[in-house]
């Protein structure tokens, strides 16, 4: 229970401008109550979607197949299964389904009557925990009288004829086909109450951008921040390393488009310097992994490639000198770069001389190997400013901030994208953070990724070049890969030794996690990291993403006994092979916990529907009494009773229009 604190005078003063006479505050007071009596709405989880928007907006606008289920639990004995699978195709794509059906000559009056009806009694089901008033906000405004009229018919009214009155009068004035994408629209939004995402929204997938897209359309939503996503943030405070980080990705991955069409960012100068340096080069390592096509502006692959080469040797440097400024982060061992010999074309590693499997780098200074030439230094110079100047790409960014968190614990449950540090015996390691000015040096649990989120928006929020600023943007480098990096989880990040050295090379490309990651399935443990956060653990649960779930190896989702669930499940097409899935949706209703477990979507059969499994029911439905926003509604109610005796008592005066 939140502590309570009694409002003095100048709040409830200025509480009274929206509530000025007993009247309103007794109304309010009792539409409050009202609402906290109600079922909780249905929060979803989804994790490390990694820029697969067709797969993400398919699983969004399904609810995770839920819609589906809910119209055949209508529908089941009245209508057959393709229509019911119809309908469902129809509420997540309206607009395409309608003008796919007028293009083949199937589109009829009769079929919109019989589709309103039929979506009005889905309306009517998905809407049934929410009070009239809160359903009212999420109508779309050109038809909330007529939606409110069509979901309110009360006992007294003949109800199909007062239906087929209504229905016809949408006919008669041609507003059918826009109404029923508003009816979609409104069953859609009812459906999912509360989104989270714990984290990894960007890399690998094609279209990140639209994925934020999608999410800002949502009232109630938090996102805890992956590495991935920190690497972009990063990225636009300036931090130049990894602006070449995210570049390499994309160009990795073949990913253009979030880019260039996504974002704006100017890669000519880029394209330029790299046909210049490596014209001769076949640049065979750097090749894209070819996942998606590119929509807007397809590039050869042989180009890509040396595109790759040239901003990963830019990111090799640009890191190299961040590790050299900053001592403090302890990788002197990661200092790979600085420490090969660019002549005999080898480098040394944990004491054993390995082969470069590329050695043409024209760029390097065997002498001074992170030394950027002046082409290589304009060409950061002008991505910078790229960067700087995207207007959407700031947008995302002040999204991510205005959402997002290293943690959030809602409802009981503590969600994180990565880990939590620990030693090998369980208990948090200590961590130095390398902020200057700190009073304390050294952190753990819940006070470490605190201190780390404010270092977060410091990077991006403070006064742009200042001293605090530049520390908090070099920082978030390393909480993209290093070692101690709750966001990141493993020893290292191998990209030197998998790029110049090669698989061949075998245990020098191993990254391993932390000691959390087989400790978490402990019960004990997992007990221990909800009551760091202030949570209950009879009824508390840990969700977590970052690491796929390899189902296909016989891991489960589900740790702990119940009491943490990894919902990584491969979104990312790049994880499939491994996981043998589509991804996890974690589902939250006031009857239980559930896990859908997805299937591959290739585009075509959106009604795959997925394994939905109980994995933790309800002792009895929960109520929003029962949850933050009960909370949080009776606080404001109790504001409400104070105020009620103000004007009872005469300390405040009511006001009448």
Same mark, same amino acid.
């Given at each position: #229970?939140?502590?309570?604190?009694?409002?003095?005078?100048?709040?409830?003063?200025?509480?009274?401008?929206?509530?000025?006479?007993?009247?309103?505050?007794?109304?309010?007071?009792?539409?409050?109550?009202?609402?906290?009596?109600?079922?909780?709405?249905?929060?979803?989880?989804?994790?490390?979607?990694?820029?697969?928007?067709?797969?993400?907006?398919?699983?969004?606008?399904?609810?995770?197949?839920?819609?589906?289920?809910?119209?055949?639990?209508?529908?089941?004995?009245?209508?057959? &299964?393709?229509?019911?699978?119809?309908?469902?195709?129809?509420?997540?794509?309206?607009?395409?389904?309608?003008?796919?059906?007028?293009? *083949?000559?199937?589109?009829?009056?009769?079929?919109?009557?019989?589709?309103?009806?039929?979506?009005?009694?889905?309306?009517?089901?998905?809407?049934?925990?929410?009070?009239?008033?809160?359903?009212?906000?999420? #109508?779309?405004? &050109?038809?909330?009288?007529?939606?409110?009229?069509?979901?309110?018919?009360?006992?007294?009214?003949?109800?199909?004829?007062?239906?087929?009155?209504?229905?016809?009068?949408?006919?008669?004035?041609?507003?059918?086909?826009?109404?029923?994408?508003?009816?979609?629209?409104?069953?859609?939004?009812?459906?999912?109450?509360?989104?989270?995402?714990?984290?990894?929204?960007?890399?690998?997938?094609?279209?990140?951008?639209?994925?934020?897209?999608?999410?800002?359309?949502?009232?109630?939503?938090?996102?805890?921040?992956?590495?991935?996503?920190? *690497?972009?943030?990063?990225?636009?405070?300036?931090?130049?390393?990894?602006?070449?980080?995210?570049?390499?990705?994309?160009?990795?991955?073949?990913?253009?488009?979030?880019?260039?069409?996504?974002?704006?960012?100017?890669?000519?100068?880029?394209?330029?310097?790299?046909?210049?340096?490596?014209?001769?080069?076949?640049?065979?390592?750097?090749?894209?992994?070819?996942?998606?096509?590119?929509?807007?502006? *397809?590039?050869?692959?042989?180009?890509?490639?040396?595109?790759?080469?040239?901003?990963?040797?830019?990111?090799?440097?640009?890191?190299?000198?961040?590790?050299?400024?900053?001592?403090?982060?302890?990788?002197?061992?990661?200092?790979?770069?600085?420490?090969? %010999?660019?002549?005999?074309?080898?480098?040394? !590693?944990?004491?054993?001389?390995?082969?470069?499997?590329?050695?043409?780098?024209?760029?390097?200074?065997?002498?001074?190997?992170?030394?950027?030439?002046?082409?290589?230094?304009?060409?950061?110079?002008?991505?910078?400013?790229?960067?700087?100047?995207?207007?959407?790409?700031?947008?995302?960014?002040?999204?991510?901030?205005?959402?997002?968190? #290293?943690?959030?614990?809602?409802?009981?449950?503590?969600?994180?994208?990565?880990?939590?540090?620990?030693?090998?015996?369980?208990?948090? $390691?200590?961590?130095?953070?390398?902020?200057?000015?700190?009073?304390?040096?050294? =952190?753990?649990?819940?006070?470490?990724?605190?201190?780390?989120?404010?270092?977060?928006? @410091?990077?991006?929020?403070?006064?742009?070049?200042?001293?605090?600023?530049?520390?908090?943007?070099?920082?978030?480098?390393?909480?993209?890969?290093?070692?101690?990096?709750?966001?990141?989880?493993?020893?290292?990040?191998?990209?030197?030794?998998?790029?110049?050295? +090669?698989?061949?090379?075998?245990?020098?490309?191993?990254?391993?996690?932390?000691?959390?990651?087989?400790?978490?399935? @402990?019960?004990?443990?997992?007990?221990?990291?909800?009551?760091?956060?202030?949570?209950?653990?009879?009824?508390?649960?840990?969700?977590?993403?970052?690491?796929?779930?390899?189902?296909?190896? +016989?891991?489960?989702?589900?740790?702990?006994?119940?009491?943490?669930?990894?919902?990584?499940? +491969?979104?990312?097409?790049?994880?499939?092979?491994?996981?043998? !899935?589509?991804?996890?949706?974690?589902? =939250? %209703?006031?009857?239980?916990?559930?896990?859908?477990?997805?299937?591959?979507?290739?585009?075509?059969?959106?009604?795959?529907?997925?394994?939905?499994?109980?994995?933790?029911?309800?002792?009895? $439905?929960?109520?929003?009494?029962?949850?933050?926003?009960?909370?949080?509604?009776?606080?404001?109610?109790?504001?409400?009773?104070?105020?009620?005796?103000?004007?009872?008592?005469?300390?405040?005066?009511?006001?009448?229009?």
């Amino acid at each position: #229970m939140v502590n309570y604190q009694k409002p003095d005078l100048r709040y409830l003063e200025l509480l009274s401008r929206d509530y000025p006479n007993i009247e309103s505050v007794a109304s309010e007071m009792i539409n409050l109550s009202a609402l906290r009596s109600l079922p909780k709405g249905t929060e979803y989880f989804f994790s490390d979607l990694h820029g697969e928007y067709d797969s993400f907006l398919r699983l969004i606008r399904s609810a995770s197949g839920m819609i589906k289920a809910k119209i055949d639990l209508i529908f089941e004995k009245s209508i057959s &299964s393709n229509e019911r699978s119809a309908l469902a195709l129809l509420i997540y794509y309206p607009e395409t389904e309608i003008k796919s059906l007028i293009q *083949s000559g199937e589109m009829n009056d009769e079929w919109r009557r019989i589709t309103i009806y039929r979506l009005i009694l889905v309306c009517e089901s998905v809407s049934a925990k929410y009070t009239r008033a809160e359903v009212r906000k999420k #109508m779309p405004k &050109s038809f909330d009288y007529i939606l409110d009229e069509l979901l309110n018919v009360t006992d007294d009214i003949n109800r199909e004829y007062y239906y087929s009155e209504i229905i016809s009068s949408i006919l008669e004035t041609g507003i059918a086909d826009e109404f029923i994408i508003a009816v979609c629209s409104l069953i859609r939004s009812l459906t999912i109450d509360r989104l989270h995402i714990i984290g990894d929204i960007f890399d690998r997938g094609p279209r990140a951008d639209r994925i934020i897209d999608e999410l800002m359309t949502f009232d109630h939503i938090d996102i805890q921040w992956g590495n991935h996503d920190i *690497s972009w943030m990063g990225a636009a405070s300036g931090n130049s390393a990894l602006i070449a980080n995210v570049i390499r990705i994309a160009l990795g991955y073949n990913s253009y488009d979030i880019l260039e069409d996504g974002y704006g960012l100017n890669l000519r100068p880029l394209s330029i310097f790299a046909t210049e340096v490596y014209r001769d080069d076949p640049c065979t390592y750097f090749y894209p992994h070819t996942l998606d096509d590119v929509l807007y502006d *397809s590039v050869e692959h042989s180009l890509t490639a040396k595109m790759h080469k040239a901003i990963a040797v830019i990111q090799f440097k640009l890191e190299g000198q961040l590790m050299a400024a900053h001592p403090e982060y302890n990788l002197d061992s990661r200092r790979l770069f600085e420490k090969t %010999d660019f002549r005999r074309g080898v480098c040394e !590693i944990d004491g054993v001389e390995y082969k470069l499997r590329d050695t043409n780098f024209p760029t390097v200074d065997p002498d001074s190997p992170l030394t950027l030439s002046p082409e290589e230094s304009e060409l950061v110079r002008i991505l910078h400013a790229s960067f700087h100047h995207s207007t959407r790409l700031n947008n995302h960014i002040k999204f991510l901030y205005a959402h997002g968190s #290293m943690y959030k614990c809602a409802n009981g449950n503590l969600l994180y994208h990565g880990c939590i540090p620990m030693n090998e015996d369980g208990t948090f $390691r200590e961590i130095t953070l390398p902020f200057k000015g700190d009073e304390e040096k050294t =952190y753990h649990g819940k006070a470490l990724l605190d201190r780390i989120g404010k270092a977060v928006n @410091r990077a991006y929020f403070a006064p742009y070049g200042s001293d605090e600023q530049r520390e908090a943007a070099d920082y978030m480098w390393y909480l993209w890969c290093g070692k101690d990096s709750p966001l990141y989880g493993k020893d290292k990040m191998a990209f030197f030794e998998r790029t110049l050295i +090669g698989k061949d090379a075998g245990i020098i490309s191993s990254e391993h996690y932390e000691p959390y990651y087989h400790l978490n399935n @402990r019960e004990d443990i997992c007990d221990m990291i909800l009551q760091e956060f202030g949570l209950c653990t009879k009824n508390g649960h840990i969700i977590n993403g970052h690491v796929p779930v390899l189902i296909r190896d +016989g891991e489960s989702p589900i740790k702990a006994n119940g009491k943490l669930f990894v919902i990584d499940g +491969g979104i990312s097409k790049a994880y499939r092979v491994k996981t043998g !899935i589509a991804g996890y949706t974690l589902i =939250y %209703d006031s009857h239980s916990l559930r896990l859908a477990e997805h299937k591959p979507y290739d585009g075509h059969d959106a009604n795959i529907t997925p394994n939905v499994s109980v994995v933790v029911k309800m002792e009895k $439905r929960v109520n929003i009494a029962d949850i933050d926003f009960g909370e949080e509604l009776l606080l404001r109610i109790t504001d409400l009773r104070h105020l009620l005796e103000a004007y009872r008592d005469g300390t405040i005066l009511e006001k009448f229009n």
